[in-house]
């Protein structure tokens, strides 16, 4: 199962729900019933987890041990071994995440990608060339119609 940012949202509002059904008990405690509940997991650990999973699913890491890793994502580069910068990618993502879900964007699939190839090849076919003494944006020999004559 892929735990996304908006199941953890979500179990967390169920937890923060709960605390009046279930007064006595601590807040992971509440969290761990909501993700029961909710995801169908042993606990809200193993549904952050999950979650983390589904994070770096999206990160391309480069061969070099050094290298930036990339997210196909949200577009942040970020070195992958180090916590602060999965941390600061984990808060980029996740506003990422709650902008597209807010505007209805999802990105491109790989499907979505090879359906606009043909489309980018006629746009870049259609680019005018620098503007010419002649005052027209295209060359005369790309022009479909001839202009008027001028005789009389």
Not at 26 to 33: E, F, M, N, P, T
Not at 36 to 61: C, P
Not at 72 to 97: G, I, Q
């Amino acid at each position: 199962m892929q735990v996304t940012y908006s199941h953890i949202k979500q179990v967390k509002r169920i937890a923060k729900a709960l605390k009046d059904t279930y007064p006595s008990l601590k807040l992971g405690q509440r969290q761990d019933k909501a993700a029961i509940q909710e995801l169908g997991v042993r606990n809200y650990h193993e549904a952050n987890r999950l979650y983390e999973q589904w994070l770096m699913v999206h990160v391309h890491t480069s061969p070099d041990s050094d290298g930036v890793s990339k997210c196909s994502f949200c577009e942040f580069s970020f070195a992958a071994d180090l916590k602060e910068d999965r941390e600061a990618h984990r808060d980029v993502h996740e506003r990422f995440h709650e902008a597209s879900e807010a505007l209805g964007y999802t990105v491109p699939t790989a499907q979505s990608k090879d359906y606009l190839k043909p489309w980018r090849r006629f746009h870049s076919a259609l680019r005018f060339s620098p503007p010419t003494t002649t005052g027209f944006h295209v060359r005369p020999k790309q022009l479909l119609f001839a202009p008027p004559s001028t005789q009389i």
